[in-house]
Each structure stands twice: as structure tokens, then as C-alpha cells.
């Protein structure tokens, strides 16, 4: 071990005693999980270019790849500090790895900044894109040789695997930027916050290993969204517990905290300093951004370049090879297939000997293991006492420690919303409590039930009391009607919400539901199989037929979100595909509507103009578009409801 790493050693030891602190060797660092120091999983630790085994290796899913997974066990806590690949389907992401690291190669020597991070480092210019740098860095920093290696959708997992394997090899920077952490955020539910907080950690302490003299720059996470929503709640909380880890106790790390500056005294996003999505930023905010870093680079770097342009590789020294082939379910959306079908998901659910409840596929469910309370409203003490539980505690598997995201979507689950005012209990089950209560009141006079996620919660009339919207009242009225809806839901929500009384003692003449748009992240991040997906809508439309036997069901199939070429956008037209296979509309009560070409432009691009935020939420020429396609269908439907009366 030279000398330097013995004063790393030493230093990383005294200063941070957490067991996530890697220890420098000669090959690299020692990460927390011991089988992946020892080869149990990652065949090839460090270098570039891959071996057959490695590339193999990495083009299986990410899920399949975490740690744990090796042993049929289930570690979260220990995802965001384990290297792991990222994954995008096929080769992309490996494509993508390479052509940066073919960007290095060619830049090797003395640079100025090294920028490491995801898509919010990728968009101050990158190769990736036009190879340009922004706006705000060309005025703030134009003089300085700068390396950027960002990628979108990147986690702090990611971040250490690029880095290990030729993402920053022969590179000698002054100074390196780090900001990573956003994306972890979707998975804290099942990791928590402090190990979120540990891998941007511990992808520090790899950069001051490869890069002992350079000053190393922290940028904590950038709030995102808004105050109550998980998302920002948890990057608060990172941002918390990584202040607890005092990474600038090391001399060469300094921590930048822009919290304030991208944010209001109440909490609240400065909205021009940000794209429509809430997370990225605009040239407005990256020159906020460049503000703040430009004391520091200029204190490090005392005004002087190492001098020399960036040189961008040609397209063909930086391609991987064999080319990019699609994954067998891309492959199989793409194509409109859908995931095959078994015949059991084929046949109709079996119903619980007294005829009041469905059977679901897990059995330990079924036997009261997890829930405590598998029918009935209101909950009892055990019930709420369960309910009050974080989501991910009370997933199927987490029981005995296994990871089961097959049965994820068909087992009945309580959604957990953390109260405003910070304390215990689960909001989400007030909301569904006022639903109850909406119905109880209305009782007889529904003719209409709207049951969803957030963008059926967007025609108005549900628990958060704001009016039908102008597209609902101009085709339907405010009267009549009743919002169930619930904004985040998935599917195993709906049929936990279905079990406990959300539609007890009442007929409505027609019930429209449209889930699993929330369902499709986790079909990619996650491995749940999109055929599950579907067969939950399956059990939600056969839970609805049991209690409403006299009630027409519209199912509208999930509209087009995200890029519905790709990643979570192509796990929609997966689900929708697969949904298609099931035939639901055999049954004559059940109608199914599919919305996709009036969302979709002839490229399949969505047509943004009728979505709020450009991806998934409506604005009110989509509902428009929405209500004018629906009206007819309820229409009649509500018509015939009337006459059976």
C-alpha cells in the first residue's frame, strides 16, 4: 500500500467510524458488503475494458444484481453503497458508460474540473449530448479544461461502479464536483434515508482515493417537487443525515448546501429556477448553481487552467459492442405483445369460502401472516396498529426476509402517507376514511364512481374537497358522481381500499377505473413482472364484480406516460399489452377503454400539450380529450343502469 493510501486509511478510519466507510486496498476500496468484495456476485471489481463475464453479467437487470440477491435475501440498506451497473434495457446504459469512458480515455492527463453525478451534472453539457457546455459554465468557468461524466437516472450504486471501471481512469483533476443522490430517493422506502445518505458518502471517499490531491466538492441534493411530498421530504432528510457524517471534516472535501438558494423561506420551489418537472433545472437555475461553485473554483484554482481543449471521441471509438439489442420485454411491448400468459391468470380468481372476500396468490396473506384485518371497516386496533407501518415493512416476503416483488402487486396493501406535521400514523387512511364517508352520504344517488390514482383525483370531488373540474362539469355535471381516488395509488391499493370498505352498502350504476400508471416504475426498477400488473387490475375488476354485482365497469387502460419508447413509458404499453391478453370484456359488464392514440402523436411521442407537466398528469385539454371520449360510453351505460332501476 503506498504512502498515501496508508494516510487515507488512517484518516477515513478516525474520521469516519461508520461500517459503510470503505478502507483503501491496493486493488481499490473494501465496501460494506463482504460477498461483493470476494467475487460472490460482481465477476470483475474494478478496471476497463470488461471482460465477457462482467458484460454479461451487468446486462442482467439491476434488480437482479443487489446485494442479497445472491442468497435469495433481501438487503436495501445495502444497495446505495454496493457498485452496481446501471441498467435501461438491452445495452443503453452500457452503451452509454462506454461512450464517456471512451471520452476520458481521450482526455487523459491534467484537467480543471471533473464533474460526477446524474442527469442534473449530465445537463451543464456533456458529450452525451451536443459535447457543449451550457450557457452558465461557459460564463462562470469558459477558461477551465472540464471533464463531465454525468448521467441521467444514475444513483450513488451507479456513480461507484462507473468510477471502478474506467470512468475516470488516467483523468489527474484539480477538482472534482460531486452531486448524486436525487434518484435514490425512489427507492428510500425500501433502503431508508441514512443509507441513501452513505452512498454519496462513500462515492466521496472513492474519489479521494483515485484522487488524493484533488479538492473535492459535495453538492447536497436539490429540493425537488414540493413540501409533502415524499420525494422532497426524503431528499431533506438525506440531506439531514448526511450533515450527520461530516464529510468536510476532511480538509480536501467541502460541502455546498444550495438549498436556500433554489428554495423559498417556506419551503416552496423557486419556480423559475426549474423545469416544469420540478427537478431539473433551467439556464436560470445553472446559473444560480454557478453562483455558489464559482468562490470555490476560483479559490482552488487561483484563476489558472492546465491549458488544452477537451477532446470529444469519434462515435466509432466509443461504441460497445455487439450492438444494442432490446430486452425480451421491450422487445415483446414494442411488438404489442404483452408478457405471456398463463392459464391460471386466464381463469377466474377463487373466492373465500364464505363467498365475501377473493383468494389472493399468496397464501400467507390469505392466512392472515401479514394483515391483520383482511376485510371490514372500520379497522380494528391490530389493523391500525399495522397500517401505521411504513409500505415497504409490510410487503409480501418482507415477513420472512425474502424479496417477492411477483406478488407485490397482487396482495392487498395500504398505502402509508407520512402526516404533515411529521408524527405517527399513516394519512393516507384519513384520506380513504373521508371517501367512506363521501359514499356513506351519497348512498342510493351515485350513479357514477370514479376509482384511481392522482390523475383520476385530478376531475375533482374526491377527499381533498376541491370541485369537479370545468371538462368533468361540462360533460357529466357535479351531481351524482362520486371521486374515490387517491393519488399515488397502485393497484394493490385499490383492492386493499376495495377490502375495507371503500365501496360497502352501495350500487352504483357505473364504476370507472383506471390504475397502474404507478405500478410501472417499479415493474422497471424493481423486477416486478408487468403480467402481474395486469393480472391486479384483473383482481381489482373481479373485487368490484363481487361487491357491485349490478354495476357497469368502465376500464380505462392506463393513457401513455413518460417516453412511451423506453424505460417506465415502455412498462406501460407492457402492462396495457398484457392487460389486452386477458379478454376482461368477455364479461358484458365490463368495458374497456383505450385511450393511447388520442394521448399519442403518429411517432408515438406523447402529445405533451395535454399533459400539466409535459409526462403524466393531465392539464384540462387532456381531461377535455378524456370526458369527450368517455361521455358516450357512460352515457349510455348510466342509461341502462336508470332503466334497470
Given at each position: 500500500?503506498?504512502?498515501?493510501?496508508?494516510?487515507?486509511?488512517?484518516?477515513?478510519?478516525?474520521?469516519?467510524?461508520?461500517?459503510?466507510?470503505?478502507?483503501?486496498?491496493?486493488?481499490?476500496?473494501?465496501?460494506?458488503?463482504?460477498?461483493?468484495?470476494?467475487?460472490?456476485?460482481?465477476?470483475?471489481?474494478?478496471?476497463?475494458?470488461?471482460?465477457?463475464?462482467?458484460?454479461?453479467?451487468?446486462?442482467?437487470?439491476?434488480?437482479?444484481?443487489?446485494?442479497?440477491?445472491?442468497?435469495?435475501?433481501?438487503?436495501?440498506?445495502?444497495?446505495?453503497?454496493?457498485?452496481?451497473?446501471?441498467?435501461?434495457?438491452?445495452?443503453?446504459?452500457?452503451?452509454?458508460?462506454?461512450?464517456?469512458?471512451?471520452?476520458?480515455?481521450?482526455?487523459?492527463?491534467?484537467?480543471?474540473?471533473?464533474?460526477?453525478?446524474?442527469?442534473?451534472?449530465?445537463?451543464?453539457?456533456?458529450?452525451?449530448?451536443?459535447?457543449?457546455?451550457?450557457?452558465?459554465?461557459?460564463?462562470?468557468?469558459?477558461?477551465?479544461?472540464?471533464?463531465?461524466?454525468?448521467?441521467?437516472?444514475?444513483?450513488?450504486?451507479?456513480?461507484?461502479?462507473?468510477?471502478?471501471?474506467?470512468?475516470?481512469?488516467?483523468?489527474?483533476?484539480?477538482?472534482?464536483?460531486?452531486?448524486?443522490?436525487?434518484?435514490?430517493?425512489?427507492?428510500?422506502?425500501?433502503?431508508?434515508?441514512?443509507?441513501?445518505?452513505?452512498?454519496?458518502?462513500?462515492?466521496?471517499?472513492?474519489?479521494?482515493?483515485?484522487?488524493?490531491?484533488?479538492?473535492?466538492?459535495?453538492?447536497?441534493?436539490?429540493?425537488?417537487?414540493?413540501?409533502?411530498?415524499?420525494?422532497?421530504?426524503?431528499?431533506?432528510?438525506?440531506?439531514?443525515?448526511?450533515?450527520?457524517?461530516?464529510?468536510?471534516?476532511?480538509?480536501?472535501?467541502?460541502?455546498?448546501?444550495?438549498?436556500?438558494?433554489?428554495?423559498?423561506?417556506?419551503?416552496?420551489?423557486?419556480?423559475?429556477?426549474?423545469?416544469?418537472?420540478?427537478?431539473?433545472?433551467?439556464?436560470?437555475?445553472?446559473?444560480?448553481?454557478?453562483?455558489?461553485?464559482?468562490?470555490?473554483?476560483?479559490?482552488?484554482?487561483?484563476?489558472?487552467?492546465?491549458?488544452?481543449?477537451?477532446?470529444?471521441?469519434?462515435?466509432?471509438?466509443?461504441?460497445?459492442?455487439?450492438?444494442?439489442?432490446?430486452?425480451?420485454?421491450?422487445?415483446?411491448?414494442?411488438?404489442?405483445?404483452?408478457?405471456?400468459?398463463?392459464?391460471?391468470?386466464?381463469?377466474?380468481?377463487?373466492?373465500?369460502?364464505?363467498?365475501?372476500?377473493?383468494?389472493?396468490?399468496?397464501?400467507?396473506?390469505?392466512?392472515?401472516?401479514?394483515?391483520?384485518?383482511?376485510?371490514?371497516?372500520?379497522?380494528?386496533d391490530a389493523e391500525r396498529a399495522w397500517v401505521n407501518q411504513g409500505e415497504y415493512f409490510r410487503?409480501?416476503?418482507?415477513?420472512?426476509?425474502?424479496?417477492?416483488?411477483?406478488?407485490?402487486?397482487?396482495?392487498?396493501?395500504?398505502?402509508?402517507?407520512?402526516?404533515?406535521?411529521?408524527?405517527?400514523?399513516?394519512?393516507?387512511?384519513?384520506?380513504?376514511?373521508?371517501?367512506?364517508?363521501?359514499?356513506?352520504?351519497?348512498?342510493?344517488?351515485?350513479?357514477?364512481?370514479?376509482?384511481?390514482?392522482?390523475?383520476?383525483?385530478?376531475?375533482?370531488?374526491?377527499?381533498?374537497?376541491?370541485?369537479?373540474?370545468?371538462?368533468?362539469?361540462?360533460?357529466?355535471?357535479?351531481?351524482?358522481?362520486?371521486?374515490?381516488?387517491?393519488?399515488?395509488?397502485?393497484?394493490?391499493?385499490?383492492?386493499?381500499?376495495?377490502?375495507?370498505?371503500?365501496?360497502?352498502?352501495?350500487?352504483?350504476?357505473?364504476?370507472?377505473?383506471?390504475?397502474?400508471?404507478?405500478?410501472?416504475?417499479?415493474?422497471?426498477?424493481?423486477?416486478?413482472?408487468?403480467?402481474?400488473?395486469?393480472?391486479?387490475?384483473?383482481?381489482?375488476?373481479?373485487?368490484?364484480?363481487?361487491?357491485?354485482?349490478?354495476?357497469?365497469?368502465?376500464?380505462?387502460?392506463?393513457?401513455?406516460?413518460?417516453?412511451?419508447?423506453?424505460?417506465?413509458?415502455?412498462?406501460?404499453?407492457?402492462?396495457?399489452?398484457?392487460?389486452?391478453?386477458?379478454?376482461?370484456?368477455?364479461?358484458?359488464?365490463?368495458?374497456?377503454?383505450?385511450?393511447?392514440?388520442?394521448?399519442?402523436?403518429?411517432?408515438?411521442?406523447?402529445?405533451?400539450?395535454?399533459?400539466?407537466?409535459?409526462?403524466?398528469?393531465?392539464?384540462?385539454?387532456?381531461?377535455?380529450?378524456?370526458?369527450?371520449?368517455?361521455?358516450?360510453?357512460?352515457?349510455?351505460?348510466?342509461?341502462?343502469?336508470?332503466?334497470?332501476?
Open positions: 500500500m503506498t504512502t498515501m493510501r496508508k494516510i487515507l486509511t488512517a484518516f477515513f478510519l478516525a474520521a469516519f467510524p461508520l461500517a459503510v466507510w470503505p478502507a483503501p486496498t491496493a486493488r481499490g476500496l473494501e465496501y460494506a458488503y463482504a460477498p461483493y468484495n470476494e467475487g460472490q456476485m460482481d465477476p470483475q471489481l474494478t478496471g476497463w475494458p470488461l471482460t465477457d463475464a462482467e458484460r454479461a453479467y451487468i446486462l442482467k437487470p439491476e434488480y437482479e444484481r443487489r446485494p442479497g440477491r445472491e442468497a435469495a435475501q433481501h438487503k436495501p440498506a445495502l444497495w446505495p453503497v454496493t457498485p452496481s451497473a446501471g441498467h435501461w434495457g438491452g445495452t443503453s446504459w452500457l452503451d452509454t458508460h462506454t461512450k464517456l469512458a471512451a471520452y476520458v480515455r481521450a482526455n487523459q492527463g491534467p484537467v480543471d474540473v471533473l464533474l460526477v453525478g446524474d442527469s442534473i451534472t449530465q445537463q451543464w453539457g456533456s458529450p452525451l449530448d451536443k459535447g457543449v457546455l451550457n450557457e452558465a459554465w461557459k460564463n462562470h468557468f469558459r477558461g477551465y479544461k472540464t471533464i463531465n461524466i454525468g448521467i441521467g437516472g444514475d444513483k450513488t450504486q451507479n456513480v461507484l461502479w462507473r468510477l471502478d471501471h474506467g470512468g475516470v481512469e488516467g483523468l489527474e483533476p484539480r477538482v472534482v464536483v460531486v452531486m448524486i443522490g436525487n434518484n435514490n430517493m425512489f427507492f428510500t422506502p425500501e433502503t431508508g434515508i441514512e443509507p441513501a445518505a452513505q452512498g454519496i458518502q462513500v462515492c466521496v471517499a472513492n474519489v479521494r482515493d483515485k484522487f488524493p490531491q484533488a479538492e473535492v466538492i459535495v453538492a447536497k441534493i436539490l429540493p425537488a417537487h414540493a413540501p409533502g411530498n415524499r420525494f422532497y421530504d426524503d431528499i431533506k432528510k438525506t440531506n439531514a443525515a448526511l450533515d450527520l457524517l461530516k464529510l468536510d471534516s476532511d480538509p480536501k472535501v467541502h460541502v455546498l448546501d444550495l438549498t436556500d438558494d433554489f428554495a423559498n423561506a417556506d419551503g416552496t420551489l423557486k419556480k423559475e429556477l426549474f423545469t416544469p418537472d420540478n427537478i431539473h433545472l433551467s439556464l436560470a437555475g445553472y446559473g444560480v448553481h454557478a453562483e455558489r461553485l464559482k468562490p470555490l473554483l476560483d479559490r482552488f484554482l487561483d484563476g489558472r487552467s492546465v491549458g488544452g481543449e477537451v477532446v470529444l471521441p469519434s462515435k466509432a471509438n466509443s461504441a460497445s459492442a455487439p450492438a444494442k439489442s432490446p430486452s425480451p420485454l421491450v422487445a415483446a411491448s414494442s411488438a404489442n405483445e404483452g408478457t405471456p400468459l398463463t392459464e391460471a391468470l386466464l381463469e377466474p380468481s377463487p373466492k373465500t369460502a364464505d363467498g365475501k372476500g377473493l383468494v389472493y396468490p399468496y397464501a400467507p396473506y390469505n392466512e392472515g401472516r401479514l394483515d391483520p384485518q383482511l376485510t371490514g371497516w372500520p379497522l380494528t410487503k409480501p416476503g418482507h415477513e420472512v426476509q425474502k424479496h417477492r416483488p411477483d406478488m407485490w402487486f397482487v396482495t392487498p396493501t395500504a398505502a402509508h402517507w407520512k402526516p404533515k406535521d411529521g408524527g405517527e400514523g399513516n394519512a393516507w387512511i384519513g384520506h380513504h376514511a373521508t371517501n367512506i364517508e363521501q359514499v356513506k352520504a351519497a348512498g342510493a344517488t351515485i350513479e357514477i364512481a370514479l376509482l384511481g390514482d392522482s390523475i383520476t383525483q385530478g376531475w375533482g370531488g374526491g377527499w381533498d374537497g376541491s370541485p369537479f373540474n370545468a371538462a368533468w362539469k361540462k360533460h357529466f355535471g357535479d351531481e351524482g358522481t362520486v371521486n374515490l381516488s387517491i393519488g399515488g395509488d397502485r393497484v394493490e391499493n385499490i383492492l386493499w381500499r376495495l377490502d375495507h370498505g371503500a365501496l360497502d352498502g352501495v350500487s352504483p350504476k357505473v364504476i370507472v377505473l383506471m390504475i397502474g400508471v404507478n405500478n410501472a416504475p417499479l415493474v422497471f426498477a424493481n423486477g416486478a413482472p408487468a403480467a402481474t400488473a395486469a393480472h391486479g387490475i384483473k383482481l381489482c375488476i373481479e373485487n368490484l364484480r363481487m361487491r357491485c354485482p349490478q354495476s357497469q365497469i368502465v376500464l380505462v387502460k392506463i393513457l401513455p406516460a413518460f417516453d412511451p419508447s423506453k424505460e417506465v413509458g415502455a412498462k406501460v404499453r407492457e402492462i396495457n399489452a398484457t392487460l389486452d391478453g386477458l379478454t376482461l370484456d368477455r364479461d358484458p359488464q365490463i368495458h374497456v377503454l383505450d385511450l393511447w392514440s388520442e394521448f399519442t402523436n403518429a411517432d408515438g411521442t406523447l402529445k405533451t400539450a395535454f399533459y400539466s407537466d409535459g409526462h403524466l398528469h393531465l392539464g384540462p385539454a387532456g381531461y377535455e380529450v378524456f370526458a369527450s371520449q368517455l361521455q358516450p360510453v357512460l352515457e349510455k351505460l348510466v342509461d341502462r343502469g336508470r332503466q334497470g332501476d
